[in-house]
């Protein structure tokens, strides 16, 4: 709640000042050609200069985007990119004094737990020699992950979990082909462009293989390019229903807020689970402590005091951090038969020709076609634990719990806003 | 009733846009002259007013003046609380042990009266069972007399051993978050936060946090200062008719935005910290008094765990904190890097490359010439740590001219606000909707707050945000 109204207030304000903006480059629309009669200022000419304006700013407004799938790189692949340059950058950052803060922290907590053992030995007149026997294995564990958190443990995590995610990427992208093949279908292949986008930067130094990163972007960007054909179809709509047909503009304003929200939606679905995954490599170190130190069971003031700062870190043991990466490969996998299906749906209304231009299906089709995907995409986090197992899927609660949110404040709007006039 | 709800509306957005209106001039003034180019990361240090490279004296600090007031006062009031209540604790943890044996016994002899055991042994000769009387007794007796040692340290050698107590469990907590928070943002080299100085000359018992929190909020108001500057960059390139549209001014806008409302969000979560922080120096007296008695007395049960708890809490708050700022920017930086100018090479000339110091990477011949003319102009435009406009304008153009000889569209990097704006949304919904709450998932978050000063301070924000509202909605009911 408090997060989707810090966000609504900064988009309200940004709407606010491009409206106040937009005040000045609308009054150059208003036709100051002729005055009917009895003063009528809506004359038929009027009224087709001004709608001519209008359809003259929006074609300004429209976004020009380069649909050539050979060329195309969805803005939220670059988006995604940057954040796994992000994550990178601060990893290394990070290696740089965690590193160092860990091992001194480990010492710490490897003397301060021999202190306990030594208390729990003397006072419970306990085996000297199997407690010497752990302590030298503990020490052998912490030297090991001293040895471990020097060399850069997320580099070397990464490089061994890394062929998981290519081979989830790879099968993923084997699905869309295959499905393609059987239906006949053109699944426009956006991964080159991304390819080459990622390949083009030269100041790259990610914690993946740069094609791994690629290939994690390019999954939802496959259905990318039917979607933002659909929305730029709907500016065409409402284009033409300036001064001509309202449906045709409510049809325009419903095709944009649909694909925009599946656009949204698959994106930021792969890109939380980019997230996820990287914020676990960074939180590495911290994994050492989980790896090379036991809780103590003293229940004393120091044993308490002892577990409390062993438990800063929600770190999740490597078993489970291995098991968080083929379950996104797994993830990804399931994310592709879905996007499959929509794709294939959406090739119904937006076809690519061989000369790599567009055609699109009448307006209702496109518009049923698009409630359909859109139906599928709110249920893909459902529809993919079936397929694969289970993922995190809180984003997703989450996004739709302010969609909702948000929904609830625009008819509370609208309602009291009806009212008002009813009353007038 | 249409009228009224316009009026009302009106009323809102003129609030919100006063207040942010307050916002961007306070970000605006913490920067010393215009923003333009900041391709160093000490020439915008020396333009956020870092003095001698010291981080904590970074301009730009929401209520850090006033924080540094309160923390004086609550320091001299804690010192007097101290000063009274321990010389007392004394009296009161012997009452508290002799009313504990009185209630014990009678307690342990009420028991032992209707024990099943001795009833039956009547006749013979009954034997009471004192291990059992005994073994509370000695156990709450040493914890008494641990607990009263240190009392006693403090009565003797005044607030000075409170100090101590306080600079060896609640600084490290502070240094944790000050050392982290510099390291993410990268400006080590540049500056520095010098926790011993104050520390120890300072008779202020609240000094071993002051120091570290003014560092913690001086890495956060440099990487707030840093993105928001590059936004007021892109203002003025398109403002001052150096490059691009109204799009650019857009989307310097909307970087503005991010920066102020995310800013602000983390500089409340840090006053949470902080507060929390003053809350166990405050109360650390009683709080060891009590550990005596946790065993015994339910009220005193669990305090001492919850003072550890609130204390690793902060720790990890602070981290949490570093990081969010962090990442936040460094997605922004990058995003900068790919457009003004791109490609992505490491090198931007709307945000200084904090982060470690970032260095381009295999810069072409074009994007070398364009950094050398911001370097340029920056270095000569810098007077008095202030940017001059006027010089860096004049330099900018007659740079400008010679470079586009050779590269005609070197400066067309300008004109990319609307692209760039997407990004900024984007990025807005990826940090709200993805960023923060996974962060706050891995770096665990406390579910609720119980002592939350930076929500109640951020809702008293909210009252005055809409006072004029309910003011006006009361002299409306009156009037009907």
């Given at each position: 709640?408090?997060?989707?109204?810090?966000?609504?207030?900064?988009?309200?304000?940004?709407?606010?000042?491009?409206?106040?903006?937009?005040?000045?480059?609308?009054?150059?629309?208003?036709?100051?050609?002729?005055?009917?009669?009895?003063?009528?200022?809506?004359?038929?000419?009027?009224?087709?200069?001004?709608?001519?304006?209008?359809?003259?700013?929006?074609?300004?407004?429209?976004?020009?985007?380069?649909?050539?799938?050979?060329?195309?790189v969805p803005i939220e692949a670059k988006i995604g990119l940057m954040l796994m340059k992000a994550l990178s950058a601060v990893?290394?950052?990070?290696?740089?004094?965690?590193?160092?803060?860990?091992?001194?922290?480990?010492?710490?907590?490897?003397?301060?737990?021999?202190?306990?053992?030594?208390?729990?030995?003397?006072?419970?007149?306990?085996?000297?020699?199997?407690?010497?026997?752990?302590?030298?294995?503990?020490?052998?564990?912490?030297?090991?992950?001293?040895?471990?958190?020097?060399?850069?443990?997320?580099?070397?995590?990464?490089?061994?979990?890394?062929?998981?995610?290519?081979?989830?990427?790879?099968?993923?992208?084997?699905?869309?082909?295959?499905?393609?093949?059987?239906?006949?279908?053109?699944?426009?292949?956006?991964?080159?462009?991304i390819?080459?986008y990622v390949?083009?930067d030269?100041s790259l130094n990610l914690?993946?293989?740069?094609?791994?990163a690629?290939?994690?972007m390019?999954?939802?960007?496959?259905?990318?390019?039917?979607?933002?054909?659909?929305?730029?179809?709907?500016?065409?709509?409402?284009?033409?229903?300036?001064?001509?047909?309202?449906?045709?503009?409510?049809?325009?304003?419903?095709?944009?807020?649909?694909?925009?929200?599946?656009?949204?939606?698959?994106a930021?679905?792969?890109l939380?689970?980019v997230v996820?995954?990287f914020?676990?490599?960074?939180?590495?170190?911290?994994?050492?402590?989980?790896?090379?130190?036991?809780?103590?069971?003293?229940?004393?003031?120091?044993?308490?005091?002892?577990?409390?700062?062993?438990?800063?870190?929600?770190?999740?043991?490597?078993?489970?951090?291995?098991?968080?990466?083929?379950?996104?490969?797994?993830?990804?996998?399931?994310?592709?038969?879905?996007?499959?299906?929509?794709?294939?749906?959406?090739?119904?209304?937006?076809?690519?020709?061989?000369?790599?231009?567009?055609?699109?299906?009448?307006?209702?089709?496109?518009?049923?076609?698009?409630?359909?995907?859109?139906?599928?995409?709110?249920?893909?986090?459902?529809?993919?634990?079936?397929?694969?197992?289970?993922?995190?899927?809180?984003?997703?609660?989450?996004?739709?719990?302010?969609?909702?949110?948000?929904?609830?404040?625009?008819?509370?709007?609208?309602?009291?806003?009806?009212?008002?006039?009813?009353?007038? | 009733?249409?009228?009224?709800?316009?009026?009302?509306?009106?009323?809102?957005?003129?609030?919100?846009?006063?207040?942010?209106?307050?916002?961007?001039?306070?970000?605006?003034?913490?920067?010393?002259?215009?923003?333009?180019?900041?391709?160093?990361?000490?020439?915008?240090?020396?333009?956020?007013?870092?003095?001698?490279?010291?981080?904590?004296?970074?301009?730009?600090?929401?209520?850090?003046?006033?924080?540094?007031?309160?923390?004086?006062?609550?320091?001299?009031?804690?010192?007097?609380?101290?000063?009274?209540?321990?010389?007392?604790?004394?009296?009161?943890?012997?009452?508290?042990?002799?009313?504990?044996?009185?209630?014990?016994?009678?307690?342990?002899?009420?028991?032992?009266?209707?024990?099943?055991?001795?009833?039956?042994?009547?006749?013979?000769?009954?034997?009471?069972?004192?291990?059992?009387?005994?073994?509370?007794?000695?156990?709450?007796?040493?914890?008494?007399?641990?607990?009263?040692?240190?009392?006693?340290?403090?009565?003797?050698?005044?607030?000075?051993?409170?100090?101590?107590?306080?600079?060896?469990?609640?600084?490290?907590?502070?240094?944790?978050?000050?050392?982290?928070?510099?390291?993410?943002?990268?400006?080590?080299?540049?500056?520095?936060?010098?926790?011993?100085?104050?520390?120890?000359?300072?008779?202020?018992?609240?000094?071993?946090?002051?120091?570290?929190?003014?560092?913690?909020?001086?890495?956060?108001?440099?990487?707030?200062?840093?993105?928001?500057?590059?936004?007021?960059?892109?203002?003025?390139?398109?403002?001052?008719?150096?490059?691009?549209?109204?799009?650019?001014?857009?989307?310097?806008?909307?970087?503005?935005?991010?920066?102020?409302?995310?800013?602000?969000?983390?500089?409340?979560?840090?006053?949470?910290?902080?507060?929390?922080?003053?809350?166990?120096?405050?109360?650390?007296?009683?709080?060891?008094?009590?550990?005596?008695?946790?065993?015994?007395?339910?009220?005193?049960?669990?305090?001492?765990?919850?003072?550890?708890?609130?204390?690793?809490?902060?720790?990890?708050?602070?981290?949490?904190?570093?990081?969010?700022?962090?990442l936040i920017y460094a997605i922004v930086y990058f995003s900068a890097d790919s457009f003004?100018?791109g490609p992505s090479?490491g090198?931007t000339?709307?945000m200084?490359?904090?982060?470690?110091?970032?260095?381009?990477?295999?810069?072409?011949?074009?994007?070398?010439?364009?950094?050398?003319?911001?370097?340029?102009?920056?270095?000569?435009?810098?007077?008095?740590?202030?940017?001059?406009?006027?010089?860096?304008?004049?330099?900018?153009?007659?740079?400008?001219?010679?470079?586009?000889?050779?590269?005609?569209?070197?400066?067309?990097?300008?004109?990319?606000?609307?692209d760039f704006?997407m990004f900024m949304?984007g990025i807005a919904?990826l940090y709200?909707?993805i960023l923060?709450?996974?962060?706050?998932?891995?770096?665990?978050?406390?579910?609720?707050?119980?002592?939350?000063?930076?929500?109640?301070?951020?809702?008293?924000?909210?009252?005055?945000?809409?006072?004029?509202?309910?003011?006006?909605?009361?002299?409306?009911?009156?009037?009907?």
């Amino acid at each position: 709640m408090r997060i989707l109204k810090l966000l609504s207030r900064f988009i309200i304000c940004i709407l606010c000042i491009s409206c106040l903006c937009n005040v000045s480059i609308a009054a150059s629309n208003l036709p100051t050609g002729e005055v009917g009669e009895y003063g009528n200022f809506l004359t038929h000419d009027n009224i087709s200069v001004f709608n001519e304006n209008l359809a003259k700013d929006f074609d300004k407004f429209e976004p020009k985007i380069d649909l050539n799938p050979t060329t195309f790189v969805p803005i939220e692949a670059k988006i995604g990119l940057m954040l796994m340059k992000a994550l990178s950058a601060v990893d290394d950052v990070l290696q740089s004094s965690l590193v160092r803060f860990t091992v001194i922290f480990l010492l710490i907590m490897y003397a301060f737990w021999i202190g306990l053992e030594a208390y729990k030995l003397i006072r419970d007149s306990g085996d000297y020699k199997t407690a010497l026997y752990n302590i030298f294995k503990q020490g052998i564990t912490i030297a090991i992950w001293i040895i471990i958190l020097n060399y850069g443990p997320t580099k070397i995590f990464a490089m061994i979990v890394s062929p998981i995610l290519t081979l989830g990427t790879y099968l993923s992208d084997f699905i869309l082909g295959a499905v393609a093949e059987t239906y006949k279908v053109n699944i426009p292949d956006t991964c080159a462009a991304i390819q080459n986008y990622v390949h083009t930067d030269k100041s790259l130094n990610l914690l993946v293989d740069a094609d791994t990163a690629a290939n994690i972007m390019c999954l939802p960007a496959r259905a990318s390019v039917f979607f933002y054909h659909a929305t730029a179809t709907g500016f065409q709509w409402i284009k033409s229903g300036l001064g001509t047909s309202p449906i045709m503009i409510a049809l325009g304003i419903v095709s944009i807020v649909i694909f925009i929200k599946c656009i949204f939606k698959y994106a930021f679905m792969t890109l939380g689970i980019v997230v996820s995954l990287f914020l676990t490599l960074l939180m590495l170190p911290f994994t050492a402590l989980a790896e090379s130190m036991p809780s103590s069971s003293e229940k004393n003031f120091a044993g308490q005091f002892f577990n409390g700062l062993l438990k800063i870190f929600n770190t999740q043991k490597l078993s489970n951090i291995i098991g968080k990466f083929i379950n996104a490969a797994i993830y990804f996998v399931s994310l592709s038969i879905i996007i499959a299906i929509c794709a294939t749906l959406l090739t119904n209304i937006v076809s690519l020709g061989a000369d790599n231009q567009y055609t699109t299906g009448s307006a209702m089709t496109i518009i049923l076609s698009g409630c359909l995907v859109l139906y599928l995409a709110n249920q893909t986090e459902k529809q993919t634990k079936d397929i694969g197992g289970d993922i995190d899927n809180s984003f997703g609660k989450q996004m739709e719990g302010n969609a909702k949110i948000l929904w609830a404040d625009v008819k509370k709007i609208g309602n009291s806003l009806f009212k008002a006039w009813l009353k007038k | 009733m249409i009228k009224a709800w316009l009026i009302s509306s009106g009323i809102k957005f003129l609030t919100g846009a006063i207040l942010l209106g307050i916002g961007i001039w306070y970000l605006s003034s913490s920067i010393g002259g215009a923003s333009l180019s900041y391709t160093s990361v000490s020439n915008f240090m020396q333009q956020i007013g870092v003095q001698n490279g010291d981080i904590a004296s970074a301009n730009g600090c929401f209520l850090c003046g006033y924080i540094a007031d309160l923390f004086d006062v609550i320091g001299r009031a804690t010192e007097m609380f101290w000063n009274g209540i321990v010389k007392n604790l004394w009296i009161l943890m012997a009452v508290g042990f002799g009313i504990f044996i009185i209630l014990h016994t009678v307690s342990y002899i009420h028991e032992q009266a209707n024990s099943k055991d001795i009833k039956d042994l009547s006749g013979t000769d009954p034997k009471l069972d004192f291990k059992k009387w005994f073994d509370k007794v000695w156990k709450t007796g040493l914890r008494v007399i641990i607990a009263g040692a240190l009392i006693g340290a403090l009565n003797w050698s005044g607030t000075g051993a409170l100090k101590t107590v306080t600079s060896i469990t609640v600084t490290p907590v502070m240094y944790i978050g000050s050392t982290l928070s510099m390291a993410v943002t990268g400006v080590i080299s540049d500056a520095k936060c010098d926790i011993s100085l104050d520390t120890e000359s300072s008779e202020n018992v609240l000094t071993p946090i002051l120091k570290p929190f003014m560092c913690v909020m001086g890495n956060l108001n440099t990487v707030m200062l840093a993105g928001a500057g590059g936004g007021f960059a892109l203002m003025n390139y398109s403002w001052m008719g150096m490059g691009g549209g109204f799009f650019t001014w857009l989307a310097g806008l909307a970087l503005v935005l991010a920066f102020l409302v995310i800013g602000f969000d983390l500089v409340f979560q840090v006053l949470n910290v902080i507060f929390k922080l003053m809350f166990i120096i405050i109360f650390m007296p009683i709080l060891l008094a009590a550990y005596a008695f946790e065993e015994v007395w339910k009220l005193a049960n669990g305090l001492t765990k919850s003072a550890i708890t609130m204390l690793i809490d902060s720790a990890v708050s602070i981290i949490r904190i570093s990081l969010k700022i962090c990442l936040i920017y460094a997605i922004v930086y990058f995003s900068a890097d790919s457009f003004y100018p791109g490609p992505s090479d490491g090198f931007t000339t709307i945000m200084p490359p904090l982060l470690g110091q970032i260095t381009p990477k295999n810069m072409d011949a074009q994007t070398m010439s364009v950094m050398a003319v911001f370097s340029e102009c920056e270095k000569v435009s810098l007077i008095n740590d202030k940017m001059d406009k006027d010089k860096f304008i004049s330099c900018f153009n007659a740079q400008k001219s010679v470079v586009t000889k050779k590269y005609p569209n070197a400066f067309d990097f300008m004109d990319d606000g609307f692209d760039f704006l997407m990004f900024m949304i984007g990025i807005a919904c990826l940090y709200f909707w993805i960023l923060s709450p996974e962060i706050d998932k891995i770096i665990g978050s406390p579910a609720k707050e119980q002592f939350d000063y930076g929500t109640w301070v951020k809702n008293f924000g909210k009252t005055i945000y809409t006072a004029p509202e309910k003011i006006y909605k009361a002299v409306k009911d009156k009037l009907k």
